[in-house]
C-alpha cells in the first residue's frame, strides 16, 4: 500500500460530510495502529494515493470475470483495469485470490492496441525477467502464485494516463454436493493468522511470503473499483433451478432449458465477500459417466469418470465418537462464533446415549470440556452446554495443538467407534501445508469433517484437511442453518456406501491399469481426470463394495461423451499432479530438489502457474516511452475487509507483525451500501432473491440513518455559510 521512500502515502480521501477539507497522513489514518483512537476517525469514500504533492486515484479500477459453465467445469477469464491518473509513472501490485483448485493457464495484456500474451517460466527466471523489463522501462507485468488460492499481479511502468488490461485466464472442476453444482469465485483474500506466531506454540510456518502481510482497508472503507461478474451456463441437460447464497444475481440471457446467463444484479459490486453459484439439473441421477478429449497440441488425450453413488438402504445407527474442535479465534468474533456455538448445541441434542463426544474451544489457547471423550448422558451433557456458554472468539489461531489433541486422545471404553472430528472454523490461516504435514502421522483411521464458515472462507485449508483423512468440506454462509448442514453431513458419513473403490483401465498394449479411490458417501461423487494413450478413449471400470457385495460399473468407449466444452481435462489433469506432487513436497521435504524439477516440468509443458512457475509478458517500447517510465513508483492496492468479519482490526495487526492486538470497540464499520440496478419492471429480468440480502426493516434503518447523516450535512453547511456572512 505504501510509496516506495514515501512516508507520506495516502490511501483514502477524507469524507466532506465530517467538516474536514485536509487529507489524511499516514499517522492520522493510523492503518497499522488498530488500537489507536484515530483508527476509525475518518471514513473513506474513494482510493487515493499520494505521489509527491498529487492527488491521483488508485490505479485499479475495475475486475470483470467472465466464465463459461460446461457440465461438471468451468473456464473463467479476469480480467484486471489498471489505469493511470497522476502525472508520473507508476508500478502497480495486487494481491488476490483464485478457487484453491483452479488452473491458470493464460495471461494476456492489453497496452492500447497492443496485446501480448504471457509466457510461462521458472519463478526466479520470470521475477527477473519482469525486473529487467522494469528497470529498462519497458511495459511488463508478472503472475505470481504464493500459494494454492493467493495470486500477486504486478504491472510495471504504467505511464500517466495508460490503461493497461490484465487477463487471467483457468479452468477448474466444479464441485458437486447435496445433488447440485457449486460454482465459487472468490472475491476477497481474508486476513491470515501466521500459524506458530504465539511463543507459545511450536514453530510451524517457514518463510511467509510477503502476500500474507498485504496492506488491508479498514472494514467499511472503499478503495475506488468494483466487480462484474457474467456466467454462461451450458448443462447439456435442462436446469430445474439455481441459486446464490452469497449475492443478488439475475438473468441476462436465456437458450431453451439447458442454458442460461446470469450476472450479478449490482451494477458495479464491492469485492469484499466470495461469490457462490449453486445449480441443479434435471432428470435421474448418473450413477457413472465418462467424458473425454482427443489429443490436441502434443498433449495426451484425456478422460474423466464422474460417479455419483447409488443410494443404499439406511444402514442401522452405529455408536458414534463425535470430537467438535471450534475455533475461537479473533476472526470469528460475532455472527460466527454465535451461529457455531447454536450449531453445537442442537447437536448435543441430536446424540444418542450409545455416543460419545467431546468439546475442543481454541485460539492461541486450548480449552477442553474433558480429557477423554464423554458418553452423551444428561450430566454431561448439560456440563457441555455451560462450556458452550462461557465461550467468546479473540486473540490468534493456533490450529495444530487442538487438532493433535482431538486425533489423540483415548477413546473412551465401550464398543468400537469411529472417530469422527467436527472441525468449525473459518481457516484464517497461513502455514496450511506445514499444518496437513505435522497433522498426517495422528490421523490414523479417524475423519476430519471440516466446516468452512463465513464469507471468504480459506477453501485450501478445509480442503486438504476432508481431503487427507477421508473426510468432508462443506462451505456455510450467513442464512444457512449451520446445524442441519453438520448433521447432514454427519449422517451422509456414518456409513459409506461404496468402500474399497478402485479405478481401472485398459492401455492399447493390453495391460491394465489400477488407481485406488476414496470411498463414496451419499451424496458425494467421485471425479477423475486421467490420461490415455492412443486416440480413443480406453474401457474404464469402476470397482468396490456395495455393502458386502461386490460392486463393478464398465464403461466402453462407445460409452465416453466427447467432451465439446472449451476446458481443457488435460490442463485439469496437470492442475491435479502439480497438487498431489505438492503435497509429497511437504511430507518428504528431503525429495526437495527433485519434486520441484518434476513440478517445473509439468508447469511449462502445460503453461501453468504455480509457486514454481510465473507468467510474465513484457511489452517493448521506444525509448521515449522508456524515457517517461523512469523515476517512478510502487503501488500496492489494499485488500478489503471481508464483509463478515468483524475482527479485522486484530487480524490486521497480526499482519503488521504484532501479534495479540485486539480493536478497541469490537465493532465493523458500517458497509457503503451500492445503489442497486433497477429491475423488475416490464421486460427487465427479476432478481434471484439472495438469504445474505438485509431485511427490510435492516434496509429501512440503513436509509434512516443516511438521511440524518445528509440532513446533518445539510445543517452543518447552513450554519457555516451563516457564520461566514456574518
Known sequence: MALVDNPATLIGEPDPSDGSSQPMTTEQRGWLEPDSPSYRCRRITAGVLLAGAELAP????????????????AEVSVTQVFVNEGSAAIEATYVFPLPDDAAAHRLRVQVGDRTIEGVVRERRAARASYEQARLAGHGAALLEQESAN??????????????????????????????????????VVAPRYVLGSDPAAEPLAGTVPESVFAPRLPAGRLRGDAVSLELDIDAGVPLCGFDSPSHEIVVVEEDGRSRVGVALARAAEIPNRDFVLNYRVAGPQISVASLWQPPADDQPGTFAVLAVPPLAAEAVPRPRELIFVLDRSGSMSGAAIEEAKHALRQLLERLSPDDTFNIIAFNDRVELVADVPLVANDAELRRARAFLDRITARDGTEMLEPLRLALRQPAADGPPRQ????????????????????????IGTARIVAFGIGTAVNRHLINKLAGASRGAAEFIYPGENIARVVDRTLARLSHPVLTDVELEWATPEGGIVRRPCPDLFLDQPLFVIERFAGLQPPRVALRGRL???????ELTSA??????????????????SIETLMDELWEHPQNHDELRREIIALAVRFRLASEFTSFVAIEYRTPEERAAAFDNATVEIPQYAPETSETALFLVAQAARRPRQEASDGTAAELIDVPRRDRGAAGQPVAVPSPLDHTPLQRSARRLKFAVWVLAFVLLAILALYLSTA
Do not use: K
Not at 485499479?60 to 461438471?72: F, N, P, S
Not at 472417530?419 to 495422528?442: I, M, N, P, Q, W
Open 58 to 73: 488508485l490505479p485499479l479500477r475495475q475486475t470483470a470475470v467472465r466464465g463459461a459453465i460446461t457440465g461438471a467445469a
Open 419 to 442: 472417530r469422527t472430528v467436527v472441525f468449525l472454523t473459518d481457516g484464517s490461516v497461513h502455514g496450511e501445508l506445514e499444518l496437513l504435514a505435522a497433522l498426517r502421522r495422528d
Open 559 to 576: 460409452d465416453a461423451r466427447r467432451h465439446a466444452g472449451g476446458v481443457r481435462l488435460c490442463v485439469l489433469r496437470a492442475r491435479q
Open 547 to 553: 455393502g458386502d457385495q461386490p460392486y463393478v460399473h
Open 150 to 187: 493467493i495470486f500477486t499481479t504486478a504491472v510495471a511502468n504504467i505511464l500517466p494516463g495508460q490503461e493497461v488490461r490484465v487477463e487471467i485466464t483457468y479452468v477448474q472442476p466444479l464441485a458437486f454436493q447435496r445433488g447440485q453444482y457449486r460454482f465459487v469465485f472468490p472475491m
